[in-house]
């Protein structure tokens, strides 16, 4: 099964946050682990969340990356990764992740790496997606009144789109039409008056607006919305308008956006670590890879690990039911993996 992927090209992870700088103690490890997991509070009495398939995972796959045997107990990886320190294990797994190109959320708080340092560490690339609400709340911390901040957030938008990747919305819906000047001035004022410093819009009429924005400069746009079937309208009004959009659904909603992407040219979809929930839904040019890692450098090995061995078990499903040969299997990983990714946010004109 293993020959399926070879000739793979590094993974393009088109959505993370970074990784964290310092030591990670035992508590921050472990609530980054709960995170991933998807779980809140402490875990149970008696119990650790190296207990779930996180844990487990971080301990299949991570040891041997900092010269340990697979499976340690996970005070004996913490030990080594404290001798180590955190600067030679950081890079050590970021190394070892098969991960060639990142492409880095802007909203990240800070304490973790920005694009540059993730790309020294991994050796690798990495180009920032301009978070819109990041952007708005930025631009409103040092405007003095609404006129300004319009103004200031429209020379803002268009600056960054000069030097981004692409653009991030966190809209949970919007309209198949941009909302009025009248109605965005009115939202903007009001959301000024009350807001405090450093927070980000959350009217939607400023999302609206801010993502009719972003489409207009012709970068791509990653569509952070836990139901994707709620941006239907949106999808269609904005088909003839020359932008692509990727779809990041939350885990659950990742069939419906597949299916989005079938319906409609410009529109891609997420596949997160789970390519099979997917790939049946769409054509495999509009699928894309991401690893969603925020925080410590092994939720970044776990990712592309279960990516790319789930992507060897389905392909060699589809191989042995004879819906493919193994070298249609390998042209359709890499699709996923990375090409898909380069072609959508122009990697290749951009060097990255």
């Known amino acids: 099964m293993d020959g399926l992927t ?28 709960a995170e991933a997991a ?24 991570c040891p041997p990356l900092l010269g340990l045997e697979p499976h340690c107990a996970p005070v004996r990886y913490l030990a080594r990764r404290r001798e180590l320190g955190a600067y030679r294990a950081g890079h050590l797994l970021l190394r070892g992740t098969g991960i060639g190109t990142f492409l880095l959320d802007s909203r990240a708080p800070g304490g973790l790496t920005s694009p540059a340092e993730l790309a020294r560490a991994a050796e690798g690339r990495a180009h920032e997606v301009v978070r819109l609400e990041a952007l708005a709340a930025r631009t409103a911390d040092t405007a003095g009144g609404t ?4 103004a200031r957030t429209a020379e803002e938008l268009y600056a ?17 039409t941009p909302p009025g000047a009248a109605e965005v001035r009115e939202a903007a004022g009001r ?33 952070h919305c836990p139901d994707p079937r709620r941006l239907t309208g949106f999808l269609g009004a904005t088909a003839s308008r020359g932008v ?52 410590p450098a092994e939720l970044y090995v776990v990712a592309a690990r279960l990516f790319v061995r789930a992507m060897q078990r389905l392909m060699g ?35 990255g």
């Open 191 to 223: 959301w000024l008056r009350a807001r405090r410093t450093g927070e980000a819009p959350a009217d939607p009429v400023l999302g609206r607006y801010l993502l009719w924005s972003a489409v207009a400069t012709g970068l791509p746009v990653q569509l």
């Open 147 to 150: 006129d300004v901040f319009l």
């Open 317 to 351: 499903d589809w191989v042995a039911d004879g819906w493919c040969r193994a070298a249609e299997a390998g042209r359709i990983t890499a699709l996923v993996a990375a090409g898909t990714a380069r072609r959508v946010y122009r990697l290749d004109a951009a060097t």
């Open 6 to 33: 070879e000739g793979i090209p590094p993974l393009v992870d088109q959505y993370s946050h970074g990784a964290v700088h310092g030591e990670v103690g035992l508590g921050e490890f472990e609530t980054h682990l």
């Open 244 to 295: 692509d959009l990727v779809l990041l659904p939350d885990p659950w909603h990742r069939r419906p956006a597949a299916q989005l992407a079938a319906t409609f040219p410009h529109v891609y979809a997420d596949v997160g670590t789970r390519p099979g929930e997917t790939l049946r839904e769409a054509p495999f040019g509009k699928l894309l890879f991401s690893t969603g890692a925020r925080g």
């Open 160 to 176: 960054a789109a000069r030097t981004a990747t692409a653009f991030a919305s966190g809209a949970a819906s919007c309209d198949d």
């Open 38 to 61: 998807g779980a809140t509070g402490p875990a149970p009495p008696g119990t650790t969340f190296f207990d779930s398939r996180a844990g487990l995972a971080v301990r299949r796959w």
